[in-house]
């Protein structure tokens, strides 16, 4: 199983961007997908967005739609969100994780290995 380890989180103003990565100890191939959630203090854990192994097939949640673009490295073994046009809702942990070979790319509950987690403070 990869560790995962998430950084480029911050404190930014409200229109700002930030790119988080996501890197993991191992190889990344394997996994067929991988995605990026998100969870604000008191609220579940929420689908940001997914890709594929070769990046041909994104998902992205209605809200970050346009906003935000996942992209994956599988050399380097990394995945990153770029995140344009903040708004303060976008505020939270934002979480990289593995998906399970079955199950909506939209739920957690189908991912195996996650993150920590690295903060998005977005401020008005």
């Known amino acids: 199983q990869v560790q995962l380890v998430e950084s480029g989180g911050g404190l930014v103003q409200a229109g700002g961007s930030l790119r988080l990565s996501c890197a993991a100890s191992g190889s990344i191939f394997s996994f067929n997908y991988m995605g990026w959630f998100r969870q604000a203090p008191g609220k579940e854990r929420e689908f940001v967005a997914s890709?594929?192994?070769?990046?041909?097939?994104?998902y992205y949640a209605d809200s970050v739609k346009g906003r935000f673009t996942i992209s994956r490295d599988n050399v380097k073994n990394s995945v990153f969100l770029q995140m344009n046009s903040l708004r303060t809702e976008d505020t939270a942990v934002y979480l990289c994780?593995?998906?399970?070979?079955?199950?909506?790319?939209?739920?957690?509950?189908?991912?195996?290995?996650w993150g920590q987690g690295t903060q998005v403070t977005v401020s008005s």
């Open positions: 890709i594929s192994r070769f990046g041909s097939s994104t």
């Open positions: 994780a593995t998906k399970m070979p079955v199950g909506p790319y939209y739920s957690a509950l189908n991912y195996d290995c």
